[in-house]
């Protein structure tokens, strides 16, 4: 015939699904021989261990600090990411000097006051002679300050430089009058690190984020910041290394203040 033999052929026998050639055969059960259930039956049962369950080890209870040990940050926004896990600093939020509320810093042992750089804004400070009246008005708040907690230990920035030229001017203006000030109660912080040849601020501490912003610091200003005031505030702790690890917390840190002095350039 003229067929194909590929049509010839006989077809594969169709199997229904229950009994595929390709399906498996069940498996048999698990046989046990008499000696191997002998042995398991003869092996001890399993006893709960007679040691303690693994603990964790207690945590050293960190010293509570009450408010006299604690710094108050009278700041501004350039102030609102430092010391931020740090408990012994405790930041009231002031942008102008007429902001600053002597009263607040009673309970305090240390004072920092960094704030006076808004009230020298053009908008402000219309004229260069108005940065002495500006000056006056910040330090009557600093004698208050005195005045009303005389057992406080006041700190002092001076105006940060910025990347604006006629606020650098007033700032320096600013600066040179504050460091005339000598009395021995008064700290000031020492901020010639956070400028350049141009005695502006340094490129490497402004604002990342927004490179038009000429006031505000980065992340490696607000670190330089924080450096400079724990260099400025000795940190004390008066407890015994038995206090420490036991936990005793009756011997609380002190805080207290160098007395090293900024000199301007």
Same mark, same amino acid.
């Given at each position: 015939s003229s067929r194909s033999p590929l049509r010839s052929s006989p077809r594969l026998p169709l199997h229904p699904p229950s009994r595929s050639p390709f399906r498996s055969s069940p498996r048999a059960p698990l046989r046990v021989s008499p000696r191997s259930s002998s042995r398991a039956s003869s092996r001890p049962p399993l006893r709960a261990s007679s040691r303690p369950p693994c603990r964790a080890p207690l945590p050293v209870p960190t010293p509570t600090l009450s408010d006299h040990q604690k710094v108050i940050v009278i700041g501004d926004s350039n102030t609102k990411h430092c010391f931020k896990n740090d408990p012994r600093f405790v930041r009231k939020a002031t942008y102008f000097i007429e902001d600053i509320d002597p009263n607040i810093c009673s309970r305090f042992g240390v004072a920092w006051v960094h704030c006076a750089i808004n009230n020298l804004k053009l908008r402000h400070c219309r004229h260069i002679s108005d940065v002495p009246v500006k000056f006056q008005n910040f330090m009557n708040k600093i004698y208050d300050i005195k005045r009303i907690c005389p057992s406080t230990?006041?700190?002092? !920035?001076?105006?940060?430089?910025?990347?604006?030229? !006629? /606020?650098?001017?007033?700032?320096?203006?600013?600066?040179?009058?504050?460091?005339?000030?000598?009395?021995?109660?008064?700290?000031? /912080?020492?901020?010639?690190?956070?400028?350049?040849?141009?005695?502006? /601020?340094?490129?490497?501490?402004?604002?990342?984020?927004?490179?038009?912003?000429?006031?505000?610091?980065?992340?490696?200003?607000?670190?330089?910041?924080?450096?400079?005031?724990?260099?400025?505030?000795?940190?004390?702790?008066?407890?015994?290394?038995?206090?420490?690890?036991?936990?005793?917390?009756?011997?609380?840190?002190?805080?207290?203040?160098?007395? !090293?002095?900024?000199?301007?350039?």
């Amino acid at each position: 015939s003229s067929r194909s033999p590929l049509r010839s052929s006989p077809r594969l026998p169709l199997h229904p699904p229950s009994r595929s050639p390709f399906r498996s055969s069940p498996r048999a059960p698990l046989r046990v021989s008499p000696r191997s259930s002998s042995r398991a039956s003869s092996r001890p049962p399993l006893r709960a261990s007679s040691r303690p369950p693994c603990r964790a080890p207690l945590p050293v209870p960190t010293p509570t600090l009450s408010d006299h040990q604690k710094v108050i940050v009278i700041g501004d926004s350039n102030t609102k990411h430092c010391f931020k896990n740090d408990p012994r600093f405790v930041r009231k939020a002031t942008y102008f000097i007429e902001d600053i509320d002597p009263n607040i810093c009673s309970r305090f042992g240390v004072a920092w006051v960094h704030c006076a750089i808004n009230n020298l804004k053009l908008r402000h400070c219309r004229h260069i002679s108005d940065v002495p009246v500006k000056f006056q008005n910040f330090m009557n708040k600093i004698y208050d300050i005195k005045r009303i907690c005389p057992s406080t230990k006041i700190l002092v !920035s001076p105006v940060l430089p910025t990347g604006n030229r !006629s /606020l650098n001017q007033r700032a320096s203006i600013f600066n040179r009058l504050l460091l005339s000030i000598n009395v021995p109660w008064l700290k000031i /912080l020492n901020f010639s690190s956070f400028v350049n040849e141009n005695k502006a /601020l340094h490129s490497r501490f402004r604002c990342y984020s927004n490179p038009s912003d000429d006031i505000h610091l980065g992340f490696h200003g607000i670190q330089k910041l924080e450096w400079l005031v724990r260099g400025k505030l000795s940190i004390v702790d008066e407890r015994s290394y038995a206090a420490v690890v036991t936990g005793v917390t009756n011997l609380r840190p002190s805080l207290r203040i160098t007395s !090293s002095r900024p000199t301007h350039d």
